[in-house]
Every structure is written in C-alpha cells, then in structure tokens.
C-alpha cells in the first residue's frame, strides 16, 4: 500500500535574491497571495525549504510540482541541495499567459527520508519574458510495507487533484 505526502514550500532563507517578492514569506506555499517574480534570464532566488517528511518509510517516488506563468512561453531552471550536494540544473517549460502547474522527477536526488528533509531549491530564470512562481511542493509517495506498485502518470495527476481540492476547501 503506498501513502502520499505534499509537502509544501514551509522556509525561505534569503541567500541569494535577484527576484521580486510579493506577499508573505516563505511566498511559494499553498496561497494565491504570495508569488515570486522576475523578467530576465540568469536571474536566481534560493533557499527555499521544505515541510519535513513526517513518516520514515520506503520512498517510491519524489517529484517536484511547480505552479507558474509566463509572459511568453518560458524555461524555469532549477537545482535541488539533497542535504550534502547541489544536483546539476534541471529545466521546466511554463506554459505562456495562464496559471498552469508542471513536474519534475527528482526521485534520483532525493531517496531518502534524510534527503528529503534537509533539501532545498534554487530557481533561475532562463527566458527574458515575465516569469512568475506562485506555489511549489514536492509530491512523495511512500511504500508502507504492502506490496504497492509505484503510481501510474494518470494517478499522480488524480492525487494531485485531489489534494489541492483538500487544500482549498478549508
């Protein structure tokens, strides 16, 4: 049997700013109000961190969820710090002039609950156009010990659905 957690952007520590903030810290949690910003390629903004993984059991998967708009269709880099090292830069395209949410697996970098917990995330800018980032979590699936098969592309986007519907009916 497997169990899912998000976790949602929870720190934010300033180590390196060249995009606009607006809102409350840490600005890509689970709110429409807070976002991040900027219009020019090679910009970058990080730390930001991670709710801890509250269950220590077999990962199956880890991916990274990113909620975000451009002016034009635009790349968004990133690096994700596993707690020893900063990985290689990875690339999502954020589709031109409507709120829109992209993935990523990073299921190879972070592996571990220890991995998971201590990890952080960069972005940089590689497009020209407006680029705006609203929310951010890492989605875990977890093995609790049943034999479980990892999730299908189809039931990722379901569990997706449904925990962001959760999330907003409070």
Same mark, same amino acid.
Request: negative net charge; glycine residues 6%.
């Given at each position: 049997? &497997?169990?899912?957690? !998000? ?5 934010? $520590? ?10 409350? %810290?840490?600005?890509?949690?689970? &709110? ?11 910009? %970058?903004?990080? $730390?930001?961190?991670?709710? $801890? ?17 451009? =002016?034009?269709?635009? &790349? ?9 090292? *900063? %990985? $290689? ?8 002039? !409507?709120?829109? *949410?992209?993935?990523?697996? !990073?299921?190879?970098?972070?592996? &571990?609950?220890?991995? !998971?917990?201590?990890?952080? +995330? ?8 407006? +680029? ?5 979590? +890492?989605?875990? =699936? ?11 592309? +189809? ?16």
């Amino acid at each position: 049997m &497997t169990h899912d957690e !998000i976790l949602y952007v929870d720190e934010y $520590d300033e180590v390196l700013c060249t995009w606009q903030k607006e809102g409350n %810290s840490p600005y890509l949690h689970n &709110t429409d109000n807070d976002y991040i910003w900027v219009s020019g390629n090679g910009y %970058s903004i990080h $730390d930001f961190m991670f709710r $801890d993984l509250p269950i220590d059991a077999p990962l199956i998967s880890c991916f990274l969820f990113i909620e975000g708009n451009c =002016s034009g269709e635009g &790349t968004l880099g990133f690096f994700i710090y596993d707690g020893e090292a *900063w %990985s $290689d830069e990875m690339q999502v395209v954020i589709p031109q002039d !409507i709120w829109s *949410w992209v993935n990523y697996d !990073i299921s190879s970098i972070l592996n &571990t609950q220890a991995k !998971i917990n201590a990890s952080k +995330l960069w972005l940089v800018c590689r497009t020209s156009h407006l +680029l705006t980032i609203r929310r951010v979590y +890492l989605f875990v =699936s977890l093995d609790w010990g049943i034999p479980a098969k990892t999730g299908s592309p +189809l039931l990722l986007l379901l569990a997706h659905w449904f925990w962001l519907e959760r999330g907003t009916r409070k």
